[in-house]
């Protein structure tokens, strides 16, 4: 039997385990596995962050050559395409309404204008818009259906905000123009259309928007609640031929001044024509206005027909009224003709109730109030 190196011998430097020191005298919990702060010496059993960030050591070049590429495709999207729809999609959900116009001083092919409106955008922030040129045309209406064009300022928008056009003259389609004013005379709720384009500012973002709009508004609808009152026959006429005077009231129920001119209306007890009344630099102002009649009643022609206008008139006598229908015959203004209004005007008939007990009182006054001043002349 070999006896056992003693451990300082030469033999012993080559004897396993003799430097392993003394075993745990428990007999357990042997292997206690060394760890670093970083990395676990045994395999398997890394953190969820040190795997994140062995593999973005690994890969991030990888991925950042794949943020350019997205970047590069998405960016151009965002710029050119998202942001204009987004843009577009605020304008188009905006409300727009009509404030007050002004349709002055006609002429044969243009006008006086100014419009007012109020713009709302559904969005919070201020929004900055250079200026646009508007063009008010016909919706419907085939190819080019526009009638003016009005220029608007640049603004910033921040909640309900008014936009302005300054007055100036303005050159018409007179075509269009004309479509234009029969449906704010004859209809109750004719749209203003009106589209243009401008560069709406963001902060510092900008994008091209379209405002294409039909404004809603309350127009004339036929003058209904037209009315003559206060008339008067004159026994004497005055020498420009006229024999009859009245209040005429043309209801405006719109947010539009409109300057006529002087308007001429034929005067008509059924189908007979009996004369015509003028309203002289006639201008609707927005609500109920009346304005004076000067006429030309053709009397010969009322007692040769009496029995048929008393026949045509029973029912509207016997209620103190005569029901007396006009239709426009001429519309001038400054002394020229308006061949729009005239055109428009020619096509409307309104029909009024004219009291019997007023006139003939206004009539007899008068003829008093003539006959008193005769008596003091001489």
């Known amino acids: 039997m070999a006896v056992p190196a003693h451990p ?3 033999d012993a430097r080559y004897a396993l385990g003799t430097h392993r020191g003394p075993l745990s005298s428990q007999g357990a919990d042997v292997a206690h596995p060394e760890k670093t702060n970083e990395i676990s010496l045994e395999p398997g059993k890394q953190t969820r962050a040190q795997r994140i960030r062995r593999h973005w050591r690994r890969f991030w070049c990888c991925y950042a050559f794949g943020g350019i ?12 395409v998202i942001i204009p729809a987004v843009a577009q999609r605020v304008v188009d959900g905006s409300t727009l309404v009509l404030v007050h116009a002004e349709v002055q ?13 109020a713009l709302n955008l559904p969005l919070k922030i201020p929004v900055r818009i250079d200026p ?9 209406r085939p190819e080019n259906s526009t009638w003016a064009k009005v220029y608007l300022p640049a603004a910033r928008i921040h909640g309900n905000t008014t936009l302005a056009t300054n007055s100036t003259f303005t050159e018409l389609n007179i075509a269009e123009w004309t479509e234009y004013v029969r449906s704010v005379v004859f209809e109750s709720h004719a749209p203003l259309s009106v ?16 405002m294409n709009k039909d404004i809603h508004q309350t127009t004339l609808n036929s003058f ?3 009315s003559i009152s206060d008339p008067q026959l004159l026994l004497r006429p005055r020498d420009d031929g006229t024999n009859l005077l009245a209040n005429a009231t043309l209801p405006n129920p719109s947010v ?14 059924n189908n007979l024509l009996l004369g015509n009344v003028t309203l002289d630099n006639l201008t609707l102002h927005p609500g109920n206005h009346s304005s004076s009649v000067r006429g030309t009643l053709d009397l010969r022609a009322l007692l040769t027909n009496l029995t048929t206008i008393l026949r045509d008139q029973r029912d509207a006598i016997q209620r103190g009224y005569l029901d007396l229908r006009t239709v426009g015959a001429d519309v001038t203004y400054d002394g020229v003709s308006v061949p729009y209004y005239s055109a428009v005007m020619q096509n409307l008939t309104m029909t009024a109730q004219v009291p019997l007990g007023r006139l003939v009182e206004n009539t007899l006054r008068g003829a008093l109030w003539s006959r008193d001043i005769a008596v003091d002349i001489l």
């Open 8 to 10: 300082s011998s030469k």
């Open 69 to 80: 590429i997205f970047l590069a495709i998405m960016l151009p999207i965002l710029f050119l």
């Open 105 to 117: 001083q006609p002429r044969a092919d243009s006008m006086m204008l100014r419009i007012d409106s």
């Open 132 to 140: 646009i040129t508007m063009s008010l045309f016909n919706r419907g």
């Open 195 to 210: 589209k243009g384009s401008t560069t709406a500012h963001i902060g510092k973002l900008k994008s091209r928007v379209t």
């Open 224 to 226: 209904d609640g037209f």
């Open 256 to 269: 539009m001044t409109l300057e006529i001119g002087t308007t001429t209306l034929n005067l008509y007890s």
